[in-house]
Every structure is written in structure tokens, then in C-alpha cells.
């Protein structure tokens, strides 16, 4: 059985240089700093050398992205899945918005470019949008490939195994704290309201009746990297959550069986 519970700190900003959630963890740092057009678009140069970076890392484990700007780096991670599967996805923003230049890849529109390129992706569930985008999703081309849930149902234990079920396809989770409200994550983007207990919740949920192949997580804030003593600034706060998040990953009762 592949090592499902490696740990992957993929360093852009150098946020995570402030934090020290990882280091009581064997884990696998790759600095990327010096990766040229990666900040919230990524060229494909930029692309070549990020696939180049995680050459001999396999999509188990858990990943963190650095801040929502790179969230696009789940796209990559995914192309080295080799058997159909399933993604979820727990956002605040729908990540499939046409970037405004080009095809280039981007945070804002990965989840399509994905989508487009990876038919490996069976099916898409997608958690955390406001009602107003995930209705634009539903209407639109992707309609059939991407399952919305409101924001306020993410914890929904019971309803996200109903929701799940098991259609004997792993899944790949991917989470953006931006997602949480501001108890609970600081991010550089627009936040929902979602707390930290129902997003565990529910990632406990989707392990219950699924295989787990591997879990990434961004949303970090490279402009709130000063720590305050009272554990209230912004890296302090999102280096808890972190913390929080790989406890119950590395404990998810199905997390990497294969």
C-alpha cells in the first residue's frame, strides 16, 4: 500500500516558513519560490516547472498549496491520479470563472480547466459557493458534471453521506479556508461563514463512504505572516486550523485504503 499519510508543504510566499503546524510531522518541503508565473495565473512554463517540483510525489497524502492564489496547483496534483475518481471540492468561490486572458491556468478557474482536460474526473461536488454562483454553475455547460451545495449545509454529516453515497469511485478533496469564517482562517481572498467543525465534519463524512486518494489545502495569507502573542493574528490563527485539518486527515477511517 502506498504511504497515504505523507505531507507535502509546497512553499510560494513563504508563508509556511511562519507557521509551525507541519513540524512536529515527517513531511516534504518543496521550496517553489523561485518558480517564476505562478500568482494567481500560471504560465506554462510556470505549470512545467510546478509538475517538475512533485515529479517523484505521488497524489497521496496531504498537500498544502500556500495561499488561495495557487489553488490551481490541484490540477496538477489530480493529473497523476491513474484511475477514475470523483472531486470534492470545499471553496467559498466556484473556481470556474474563464481566466480574462487566454487559456491560461488559473485559481480563479481551475476547476474547469481541470474538468476540460482530466477525464478521469467522473463528477464534481462542490461546497461552500454562495447560492447566487452555485445557481450560475447549475445552469450552465458544466451543469451535469458538478453538484453544488449550499454553504450552509456543509456540515451536514448525515447529508453528505446520503449525498455521496457510493458510486465506487474514490474521491480527491481539496479545501480552501477561505471557505471558514474569520474565527477560524485569515485568508488574501473574500471569506464565507463556514466553521472549522463542519468542514471536519464533513471530510469525516466523505471518508466514511468513500476511499480517500489524497487531500490538498491553501488558503493561507502571505500579507498576515507576523505572529502575535495572544494567538490572534492572522498567521497564528491559520496555522491552528492547519494543525487541526492534518489531525483529522491523517485519522479519516478509510484515509488512503486501498
Not at 81 to 92: G, K, M, R, S
Not at 144 to 164: A, F, I, N, Q, S
Not at 228 to 248: F, K, P
Request: charge should be negative; proline fraction near 4%; include cysteine.
Amino acid at each position: 500500500m502506498k504511504d497515504s499519510r505523507i505531507l507535502v508543504i509546497m512553499n510560494f510566499s513563504g508563508v509556511y516558513e511562519a507557521e509551525r503546524f507541519y513540524k512536529d510531522y515527517g513531511h516534504v518541503w518543496v521550496d517553489c519560490k523561485e518558480i517564476e508565473g505562478t500568482n494567481c495565473y500560471c504560465d506554462e512554463e510556470g505549470e512545467n516547472a510546478i509538475r517538475d517540483a512533485i515529479r517523484e510525489l505521488g497524489p497521496e497524502g496531504i498537500h498544502f498549496l500556500d495561499s488561495g492564489n495557487y489553488h490551481y496547483v490541484s490540477k496538477i496534483w489530480m493529473e497523476k491520479i491513474e484511475e477514475e475518481f470523483e472531486l470534492l471540492v470545499l471553496d467559498h468561490h466556484t473556481d470556474m470563472q474563464p481566466p480574462m486572458f487566454g487559456d491560461i491556468l488559473s485559481c480563479g478557474s481551475w476547476i474547469k480547466d481541470a474538468l476540460d482536460s482530466n477525464p478521469a474526473i467522473r463528477h464534481v461536488w462542490l461546497a461552500g459557493p454562495p447560492a447566487d454562483a452555485a445557481d450560475e454553475i447549475r445552469a450552465g455547460e458544466y451543469g451535469g458534471r458538478v453538484t453544488c451545495v449550499p454553504e450552509e449545509l456543509t456540515g451536514d454529516r448525515d447529508g453528505w453521506r446520503e449525498r455521496l453515497g457510493d458510486s465506487g469511485l474514490p474521491l480527491y478533496i481539496s479545501v480552501d479556508k477561505d471557505m471558514l469564517g474569520p474565527d477560524h482562517a485569515r485568508t488574501n481572498w473574500d471569506q464565507g461563514s463556514g466553521d472549522l467543525q463542519a468542514v471536519l465534519a464533513c471530510m469525516d463524512a466523505a471518508a466514511s463512504c468513500r476511499r480517500v486518494i489524497g487531500v490538498d489545502v491553501c488558503g493561507e495569507n502571505p500579507e498576515g505572516m507576523e505572529r502575535e502573542e495572544d494567538g490572534a493574528g492572522d498567521c497564528s490563527i491559520n496555522d491552528r486550523t492547519n494543525g487541526e485539518l492534518v489531525h483529522r486527515l491523517f485519522n479519516l477511517p478509510f484515509y488512503g485504503k486501498l
